[in-house]
Every structure is written in C-alpha cells, then in structure tokens.
Nanobody, 117 residues
Framework: QVQVVESGGGLVQPGGSLRLSCVFSGSINRIYKRGWYRQAPGKQRELVAYINNVDRTIYSDSAKGRFTISGDDAKTTVDLQMDSLKPEDTAVYYC???????????WGQGTQVTVSS
C-alpha cells in the first residue's frame, strides 16, 4: 500500500493559478506512475495528467497548455501547477499512485478546487 496525501486546493478567480501538491509514503518502490484526476459534480472522475517512471507526461486535452505536472526522482511527490484556470476546472482533485506487483491504484482523499468570481 501507498499512502497518498494531497494539499493546495482552494478558491481562485478565473484566470488565476493554484498549485496542488501530493506526498506518497509506504511502498513507493511499487509506484510506476503518479497523477492527478478530478471529479466535478454529476460527472465521472477523469484524468488530468500523469507522469511515469521514465518521466513521460500525459495531459488531458483540457489541461494541455495550462497545467504542468512534475514529480521528484524519489517518487515521493507529485505536483500540479494550474494556470489560466476556468470555471469548468471546478472539481475535487484526486492524487493517484499507480502501483505494480500487483497492479492497483491508491488514492488520496481529494482536495476541492473552485474557480469562481
């Protein structure tokens, strides 16, 4: 198991920025990818971005050009820098650790991001 703890959500005006941070502990040697997902009210959870163990990054179409994911080499953290935020970015954001041996996902508790004037 990997413990996942997020921080950094909040209320921001349209066009503003927020940085989400996530810390992993426990069996971090099992982590092969680290990422962020979000879930808006009435919608399914969706991928925002992830980074894998060879530093390949994947972004959703809505995140490309506005969000930047980064992580440390020790696989203990992953951050999401969100710029040019829009009201449609409002959601609960979840940090995710993709694990091997066996394959499974560990999730954080979620952090609320609200973009509103």
């Amino acid at each position: 198991q990997v413990q996942v703890v997020e921080s950094g959500g909040g209320l921001v005006q349209p066009g503003g920025s927020l940085r989400l941070s996530c810390v992993f502990s426990g069996s971090i040697n099992r982590i092969y990818k680290r990422g962020w997902y979000r879930q808006a009210p009435g919608k399914q959870r969706e991928l925002v971005a992830y980074i894998n163990n060879v530093d390949r990054t994947i972004y959703s179409d809505s995140a490309k050009g506005r969000f930047t994911i980064s992580g440390d080499d020790a696989k203990t953290t992953v951050d999401l820098q969100m710029d040019s935020l829009k009201p449609e970015d409002t959601a609960v954001y979840y940090c995710n650790a993709g694990l091997l041996w066996p394959t499974e996902d560990n999730w954080g508790q979620g952090t609320q991001v609200t973009v509103s004037s």
